[in-house]
Nanobody, 123 residues
Framework: QLQLVESGGGLVQPGGSLTLSCAAS????????IAWFRQAPGKEREGVAC????????YYADSVKGRFTVSTDDAKSTAFLKMDSLPPDDTSVYYC????????????????WGQGTQVPVSS
């Protein structure tokens, strides 16, 4: 059974850091593009970062560029999203997904998601 499980969320103070994990089971992440999305209360799910397997590049939304970093551990079929200098506006539920081809900023391009992990940024 193909499954993605996000973890690592939790309360973080403004300006703090957090690293989220995305563990895949039932398949390897090696040949997939890996996307991170987030959804704040009352808002649409938006893409924040994506590792594109086609060109080996990682793309970031302007709102997180320079603060978020994507990495992967292929041996463990796990991807990570390191988040630094978090402001309250980053409060969201964070999701990961994969695509067999290229990255897309549209959530409709992805077929399944993990359950998400909550990241409240507050003092």
């Amino acid at each position: 059974q193909l499954q993605l499980v996000e973890s690592g969320g939790g309360l973080v103070q403004p300006g703090g850091s957090l690293t989220l994990s995305c563990a895949a089971s039932g398949y390897s992440l090696t040949y997939y593009s890996i996307a991170w999305f987030r959804q704040a209360p009352g808002k649409e799910r938006e893409g924040v970062a994506c590792f594109n397997t086609n060109d080996g590049m990682t793309y970031y939304a302007d709102s997180v560029k320079g603060r978020f970093t994507v990495s992967t551990d292929d041996a463990k079929s796990t991807a990570f999203l390191k988040m630094d200098s978090l402001p309250p506006d980053d409060t969201s539920v964070y999701y990961c997904s994969t695509h067999p081809l290229r990255c897309s900023w549209s959530r409709h391009a992805y077929h399944f998601w993990g359950q998400g992990t909550q990241v409240p940024v507050s003092s």
